[in-house]
């Protein structure tokens, strides 16, 4: 039997370890457009403060491979997958498979404006684009977009002491991930470390001769020499889409809950599928570290025979925004627009929380500034508990020496009340 | 099944110890924080909930943890970390449903229980009051855990929790 996987991310490297231990005597095989080990690519902004060296990006080394006895086709592009003879074609040979894993990602969106193509445009998300903004030694800089990646690299860039604005096209900062309220306290903290923050523009234009020079939004000009897009991205189908693979509505290759293509013998999973979420049960691209490996294991214990379905993709967020720990998961309000969200917050002096309920059911909670007694929160939200189920709880202290996490998660569940601080 | 630390929260009185022990053995300094057994307090109704890593089999941190260094030692069933490549992002305490992970702000990294790196772990030993034991147990998990809650419920049912002593009928715990 012998194992294709297309891509070496998280996703790719966790199926092919699951099919390794289910079944040692298979023949592995991982395809990857780039000659490099598995790496995090979730540490490229810390790499770029400096905080994590570039070797300690890596999570796997060219000999972790040959242990697992995965055989390596790297730095190589697949030019076709054809279905009816079942082979893959990379651009010098033929590998035949028997299953395959499409683990291809996704890549950053640069929109087709002027002066995109100038010296001076980066992304974020590879070690390759990593290299490139290092060795442009950059000074003046404007980030699009203001996202994990965005956010992050524009603190990242701060540290290294350039000057740095970001402009999101959305009336917030991380819209995706926080609402209003929290989105406006992550602003603050980027402005007071010295990142100016532009909402509600939009770029038209990249200025410049030969490399950049500025950057033209609907309201202004600002002078810089590196632009960095970091306004979302593009789920990697051609191939998958040209082999007959159906794709979904959102982009990404459609799979069942096992993770398995419309085509027998083909699974999918990691940033270039559309996965569902775990509370709404509707369709959404996940593009997140956590759910990426999950779904690898998911693909990698069917392709290896071992039913198992996946529970669905759940947000977490976690980032360290100026020395305060920021974390949104679940739901937010701007998810779930035609629910009415219910909204706890509460707010003293350097810390922020608010908690969402769907019909008393805990659906997201996002936080600042607060590390402790999460977890609960987010086994509450993975198993759509009512609040008034665990306040019962609190309140009575019934059952609690069984369930003794939930006095971590008590000052959020309880409205941020002192007397039920522990 | 090897050795697990087995907390009965019945008989801890909250005299933090294992904290001390934890934090002196593990991390060099005398600072509760540091301790990888956290008891949490109630003070109203004095309840004393020790809350350690329990090694769960499909452990939430492992799949949350960015650098992948997060991993269950099949041997052992243990779940360990590489530490010298954790990048503290925190992602692990976020996502532990038992709030067991310590962030040792010196180092900058998240380090959970290992059981004194599979020797007697020495909170264990250090425990006055046998409300920490070192056991082997053929399961640690919700299901576990539900059962005993529902065995408490039925030998509570009969007599009428005394409203001038709350909490004082609670005895036994996760066993």
Redesign the interface.
């Known amino acids: 039997m012998r194992t294709v996987i297309i891509g070496n991310g998280?996703s790719g490297?966790k199926a092919a370890e699951t099919i390794r231990r289910q079944k040692p005597d298979w023949e592995v095989v991982m395809i990857s457009r780039e000659a490099l080990p598995a790496y995090?690519a979730?540490?490229l902004p810390?790499c770029l403060a400096g905080?994590?060296s570039r070797d300690?990006l890596f999570?796997k080394s060219f000999s972790d491979y040959r242990e697992l006895s995965i055989r390596t086709e790297f730095g190589k592009e697949v030019r076709l997958i054809d279905t009816a003879s079942c082979e893959v074609v990379l651009e010098d040979r033929k590998i035949e498979y028997d299953r395959l894993i499409l683990a291809s990602g996704s890549r950053a969106l640069i929109p087709p404006l002027t002066g995109v193509m100038l010296e001076g445009n980066f992304i974020l998300k590879s070690v390759f684009d990593l290299e490139r903004i290092m060795a442009h030694r950059p000074k003046q800089v404007v980030i699009v977009g203001s996202g994990n990646i965005g956010v992050e690299a524009a603190e990242a860039l701060e540290l290294r002491g350039c000057e740095v604005t970001i402009i999101e096209m959305l009336d917030r900062v991380m819209p995706k991930v926080f609402d209003e309220k929290p989105s406006a306290i992550i602003r603050r903290l980027l402005e007071e470390n010295g990142v100016r923050v532009l909402t509600g523009e939009k770029v038209m234009e990249v200025r410049g001769s030969g490399k950049v020079e500025g950057i033209i939004t609907d309201a202004r000009e600002i002078p810089c020499d590196t632009v960095i897009w970091a306004v979302g991205v593009r789920q990697n189908v051609e191939t998958a889409r040209e082999a007959g693979i159906d794709i979904g509505s959102l982009g990404g290759i459609k799979v069942n809950s096992r993770m398995e293509t419309n085509i027998e013998g083909i699974y999918a999973c990691g940033d270039c599928i559309e996965s569902f979420s775990l509370v709404t049960r509707r369709p959404e691209l996940s593009l997140l570290?956590?759910s990426a490996?999950?779904q690898g294991e998911i693909a990698g214990l069917n392709c290896s025979g071992k039913p198992a379905e996946y529970e669905g993709s759940f947000t977490?967020v976690?980032e360290?925004i100026c020395g305060k720990?920021c974390?949104s998961?679940g739901s937010t309000g701007g998810m779930q627009n035609d629910i009415q969200l219910q909204v706890i917050e509460n707010e003293d002096k350097d810390c922020y929380f608010r908690l969402l309920l769907d019909n008393g059911r805990i659906a997201g909670f996002q936080g600042i500034g607060h590390?402790?007694?999460?977890?609960?929160i987010?086994?509450l939200i993975k198993t759509k508990t009512q609040l008034s189920e665990v306040k019962r709880v609190l309140e009575t202290?019934e059952?609690?020496?069984?369930?003794?996490?939930f006095?971590?998660?008590a000052r959020y569940l309880m409205g941020g009340g002192d007397?039920y601080e522990? | 099944m090897d050795k697990r630390i087995v907390i009965d929260?019945?008989k801890c009185d909250g005299c933090g110890i294992c904290e001390l022990v934890c934090a002196a053995g593990r991390s060099g300094t005398w600072h509760p924080a540091l301790s990888r057994i956290k008891v949490?307090?109630?003070p109203?109704?004095s309840?004393n909930?020790?809350?350690v890593c329990s090694h769960c089999e499909d452990a939430?941190c492992g799949?949350?943890c960015?650098?992948?260094i997060i991993d269950k030692d099949y041997s052992t069933g243990l779940t360990l970390r590489v530490l010298s490549?954790c990048?503290g992002?925190?992602?692990c305490?976020?996502?532990?449903?038992?709030?067991a992970?310590t962030?040792d702000y010196r180092s900058e990294k998240v380090v959970n229980c290992d059981l004194c790196e599979g020797r007697a772990p020495e909170c264990v030993s250090c425990c006055p009051t046998g409300a920490l034991r070192y056991e082997r147990a053929e399961y640690f998990g919700e299901e576990k855990?539900?059962a005993?809650?529902r065995a408490?419920?039925i030998e509570e049912a009969e007599p009428v929790p005394d409203k001038d002593t709350?909490?004082l009928k609670?005895s036994g715990?996760?066993k």
């Open positions: 998280v490297n995090s979730c540490a810390d905080w994590v300690d999570i570290w956590p490996k999950r977490l976690v360290e720990n974390v998961m590390n402790e007694g999460l977890g609960a987010m086994a202290r059952l609690l020496t069984m369930v003794p996490w006095a971590g998660a007397s522990f | 929260p019945g949490k307090k109630d109203i109704w309840l909930l020790p809350v939430p799949s949350a960015l650098m992948n490549r990048i992002c925190r992602a305490q976020v996502s532990c449903p038992f709030d992970c962030y855990l539900k005993a809650a408490a419920i709350p909490g609670r715990g996760v």
